[in-house]
């Protein structure tokens, strides 16, 4: 009978069938749902006993429980208990166990009292999923116990978790991209032509400086930050303004770029030849030669190479990319007419040892950077500056980088700070097919710890009232929204979340219970109003019977997937290298919302991203945030990205939810788009190009530090980026970023002083103010080096006092700033007649009235959370700030921003608003662009990005994130923003300056920040 039992609670959790149908036809939507409090699990074991006078064969099996006492993604501390039945040699053994579990350190121990031997005993135990997801999967792990007062007696079991339906399937079975290394055939070298070694040598240290300058490595330890980076800096400085032959002018970065290509081209015409060409020589046939190969390593080595920044990577090497690489231009050189037969072995050496250079620099770049999913390979191999300096040139690279491409005919709206609240309010209620709130945070609590309001009202009048008003109309439509939230665990745990969920769950069932009576009256109304609407449908009774009540509990619900729940049977190396530590860090980071995107129609349905999340906390007078609303094709791929996100959770295909699962576009869906186009184009407006990008959680692909990576690196000479952040903590983006300046960027960092950084501990505020330490010194010694090349390197920390919806406040302290400063001046020389706009609106805006939807606990200052980069020609945002037409446009912009902040329930106000600054805008930039010669608007560059990824290591490596990225003239949302938040910084010119609004930390904080610097 025990046998039976066994095999019963084995085929329970093993068992699967689901079949996905529409919920109109009976279908159910599944759903990860929240995890378990208690985690059960069976267990079976062999061991031997060894008493004074005899051995003993132990065979037991086990059925127990787990519980964290702590937050379970941090598996510090948790308890169990279990029974076990078994054999003691020919009698029949059973006991029990009770222990205190220590997961993240594999051990655990306890008491054991086992009724046959009548004892009472210490047992500690080790546990080991020996694989990621399980020994066998599904969580199995393997248990090494010991008992050593019951004569050393031993275990060696096998732990399965029951019950426990996403265990084992909810991380990748590999934490690293596994790559090969074939040992390609060698070409031998190439025999009477002696300039032919001195040009590959030459090829060669150019390469090594063009990769050093692309991402020049500086953060070194040290308190005193010129002692720890000086030389390094120095050594840089030299090399810059070193001069021979080749290099008259220093050895720029540009410089570097042209002489490599030139040597590439040389020894490629050398090859063909057969014969030696002196310095800066070719002919037609070896640079056509030359941009095959280009081509060719752009495409097969760096694209798909690149493609893995942010990921782990084993047998680190280009090598399994060089092979296809070199097929492909064996093949062009047989089959092209270029290449006399008798040479194409000459040409191939050449390429072979071009690919070997590459492998060379991946290598420096691993040992420097020290990590693999740091390595970035310069796409200056292939492509010369006149290659990547315009818009047109620019959206192919990202696109053929990221393997993703931008898409036309996209409506657009810029939110800011409280509108988001709103905007997921109205994407509830404008709900028909599906709505997906796929959030950061959803807060139970405010910071006095009373129920949350804005929480409180989402469910109330966002979610249920939006159910009662479609059940309502389900007589006539038949059809109800699926409705879903995807939040990941760690954040479910931080903000105590499981009650509200637990309503949304089971609204026609749970029993609600606040502190807040007000509330709960409030809710309890809205359910019977709900349940009365149930009951009021005849098409809904009709179905019930057919169909049965727990479909009905199925239908009337929200689907709450808690995503990444923790999980201690991965585990991973990528952080402790020799112990590993369990899979826990990862988070999805994602703040988004969106209905009814599909194939059907591409303006049905509008997404949205953002830095916000449900709660007072993003909400009141101090959040600063933004986020971007998107309708039309590009809104799809967060469809797919969704539904990924499932499959990455272990669904399998037919578990996907209805409204998730891929169909084909319809048969007009282009034409609906060229449709909209010319209808808006009519009215005066070019709807947006636009790409949107996620970096996948844990050890998934990172397509947003991809575009990351090309944009900052590949930025043409005079483009201004200006990148603010709340978690300025990446020295790889920073690395990047400088290399950019060397070249001739303009580059702007915003960091938060201390009293302004939404999250302000001291391991992430600690790396901050080290890095930008780092940055007075680079200014310092390398100012003379980027104002050579056209470049600058600025850090400016976001200090306001006056709060976010206090405009007249912030103008008065934008203008100050202006005026006062005259290197801001010079940046950006505004035409006179703002002034006098800014001093009119000044005295209209302090009559204003501000309401915010919540107030601060505590007094504090604005908090800068906005996620957001801009990328525009420093010339053309120059000759456009000149212009008269300014003053009306950012006047425009200001109006803009006060019915945001005043007109929350006006849907039709804000987006009017919207479309009335664009079409000022718009009438500013046709006039600049008739008055520009074409060749000068053929190299204009402008893109504008939003979405959630912070500038820290953790967000480029292991958090879920999303952003918008927005190529073309809409961009111009982003220029009167990022104007207007440039006027709320003070600029870090020395050392002083960061001290008084952001101050170093002492010897053991900064220890431990840089320390674990990865996780922050």
């Excluded at 090497?317 to 047989?334: D, N, P, V, Y």
């Excluded at 796929?438 to 009048?461: E, M, N, R, V």
């Excluded at 530090?705 to 900052?712: E, F, L, Q, T």
């Excluded at 090349?789 to 919806?805: C, H, I, K, S």
């Amino acid at each position: 009978m025990r046998i039976y039992f066994i095999l019963l609670l084995i085929l329970t959790y093993f068992a699967q069938a689901q079949e996905v149908l529409p919920p109109s036809d009976g279908g159910f939507t599944k759903s990860m749902g929240q995890p378990q409090i208690y985690k059960p699990y069976i267990g079976f074991s062999l061991g031997h006993s060894y008493p004074a006078v005899d051995d003993k064969l132990i065979a037991q099996f086990r059925l127990g429980v787990y519980r964290d006492l702590m937050n379970p993604m941090y598996s510090v501390l948790g308890i169990s208990a279990e029974g076990y039945i078994g054999s003691l040699r020919t009698n029949e053994d059973f006991g029990f166990r009770a222990m205190i579990e220590m997961p993240a350190l594999r051990l655990a121990g306890g008491l054991d009292y086992n009724y046959e031997v009548e004892r009472l005993d210490f047992i500690l135990r080790i546990t080991a999923a020996v694989r990621r997801g399980g020994i066998f999967g599904r969580g199995t792990d393997l248990r090494l116990e010991w008992l050593p007062a019951r004569g050393n007696t031993y275990n060696l079991g096998i732990g399965i978790p029951i019950f426990q339906p996403n265990r084992g399937k909810t991380r990748p079975k590999r934490d690293y991209v596994r790559l090969t290394a074939p040992k390609p055939p060698q070409i031998p070298k190439v025999p009477g032509i002696p300039a032919l070694e001195e040009a590959l040598n030459n090829i060669r240290e150019s390469a090594r400086w063009i990769n050093r300058l692309t991402t020049p490595y500086y953060d070194y330890a040290g308190a005193d930050p010129f002692a720890a980076i000086a030389d390094s800096m120095k050594a840089l400085k030299k090399h810059l303004n070193s001069r021979n032959i080749n290099f008259p002018n220093g050895r720029n970065s540009e410089a570097e770029v042209r002489f490599f290509h030139q040597e590439l081209e040389r020894a490629f015409s050398m090859a063909i030849l057969g014969e030696s060409l002196v310095m800066g020589e070719s002919v037609n046939e070896g640079r056509e030669v030359a941009a095959q190969a280009r081509n060719i390593i752009l495409e097969r080595i760096l694209y798909p190479y690149n493609r893995l920044l942010g990921q782990k990577k084993n047998s680190d090497s280009i090598l399994e990319f060089a092979k296809t690489a070199r097929g492909k231009m064996a093949r062009w050189m047989t089959q092209s007419d270029v290449i006399p037969p008798e040479r194409i072995d000459a040409v191939r050496y050449v390429f072979q040892e071009i690919i070997a250079i590459i492998e060379e620099n991946r290598a420096y770049s691993a040992k420097i950077w020290k990590d693999s999913r740091l390595v970035w390979l310069p796409l200056q191999y292939a492509l010369l500056p006149e290659q990547h300096d315009s818009q047109q040139e620019l959206d192919k690279i990202i696109e053929g980088a990221t393997g993703q491409r931008f898409t036309e005919g996209n409506k657009i709206w810029y939110i800011i700070n409280e509108e988001f609240q709103y905007e997921v309010a109205r994407q509830i209620h404008a709900a028909r097919d599906y709505h997906i709130l796929w959030i950061h945070d959803i807060d139970a609590f405010d910071a006095g710890g009373d129920p949350d309001t804005l929480t409180f009202l989402q469910i109330k009048d966002s979610y249920f009232q939006a159910m009662i008003d479609r059940i309502r109309e389900y007589d006539d439509t038949g059809k109800l929204p699926v409705f879903m939230i995807f939040l990941d665990q760690f954040f479910y745990q931080a903000n105590k979340t499981r009650t509200w969920m637990r309503l949304l769950e089971k609204p026609l069932t749970y029993s609600l219970k606040l502190s807040d009576k007000s509330m709960e009256q409030a809710l309890t109304e809205k359910l019977t109003e709900l349940r009365r609407a149930i009951n009021r449908s005849k098409l809904l009774q009709a179905e019930i019977q057919e169909y049965g009540e727990e479909w009905l509990h199925n239908l009337i619900k929200v689907h709450v997937n808690i995503t990444n729940p923790a999980d201690i049977s991965f585990w991973s190396r990528g952080i402790l290298p020799i112990l590993g530590t369990p899979d826990l860090i990862s988070r999805d980071h994602r703040k988004i919302s969106f209905y009814d995107v599909s194939e059907e129609d591409p303006y049905q349905g509008v997404m949205m991203i953002g830095g916000m999340g449900i709660g007072e906390h993003y909400a009141g007078p101090t959040w600063d945030d933004r986020g971007i609303l998107v309708q039309g094709p590009a809104a799809l791929d967060l469809k797919y990205a969704a539904r990924q996100l499932l499959l990455d959770q272990g669904f399998e295909e037919q578990e996907i939810p209805y409204p998730l699962q891929i169909r084909s576009k319809a048969s007009d869906y282009a034409r609906a788009v060229q449709d909209t186009i010319r209808v808006w184009s009519k009215k005066g407006f070019t709807l947006a190009k636009v790409k949107q990008l996620h970096n996948q959680t844990g050890y998934h692909p990172k397509m947003v530090s991809v575009a990351n990576a090309v944009m900052y690196s590949l930025m043409p000479r005079r483009t201004f980026q200006i990148i603010p952040d709340s978690l300025w903590d990446s020295d790889f983006w920073l690395a990047i970023l400088l290399g950019n300046s060397l070249r001739g960027g303009w580059i702007s960092i915003q960091a938060p002083a201390l009293e302004n950084a939404p999250s302000a501990g001291f391991p992430q505020m600690s790396r901050t103010q080290e890095l930008l330490a780092r940055h007075v010194v680079i200014q310092e010694i390398l100012s003379e080096e980027i104002e050579a090349a056209g470049g600058m390197f600025r850090a400016t920390l976001y200090n306001p006092d006056e709060d976010v919806a206090d405009f007249a406040g912030q103008l008065k302290e934008f203008k100050h700033r202006f005026e006062s400063d005259k290197n801001l001046q010079e940046l950006f020389p505004f035409h006179p007649s703002i002034y006098r706009m800014l001093d009119s609106m000044i005295q209209v805006l302090s009559e204003q009235q501000i309401a915010y939807l919540s107030s601060d606990a505590v007094v504090r200052k604005p908090k800068l959370h906005a996620k957001i980069n801009l990328f525009a020609s420093l010339d053309v945002v120059r000759d456009l700030l000149i212009m008269p037409e300014f003053a009306s446009v950012f006047k425009s912009y200001i109006l803009q921003r006060v019915a945001q902040a005043t007109e929350y329930g006006e849907v039709g106000n804000v987006r009017e608003k919207a479309e009335k600054f664009l079409q000022v805008a718009r009438d500013w930039v046709i006039k600049y662009r008739d008055n520009t010669p074409q060749e000068d608007l053929e190299k204009l560059v402008f893109y504008f990005k939003v979405g959630t990824m912070n500038q820290n290591y953790r967000s480029k490596v292991f958090d879920g994130e999303a952003v918008v990225l927005i190529s073309g003239v809409y961009s111009i949302y982003g220029l009167m923003d990022m104007i207007f938040r440039i006027g709320l910084t003070t600029p870090i010119e020395d050392l002083e300056t960061l001290e008084k609004h952001l101050p170093q930390y002492g010897g053991t904080k900064r220890a431990i920040g840089r320390w674990i610097r990865t996780t922050l």
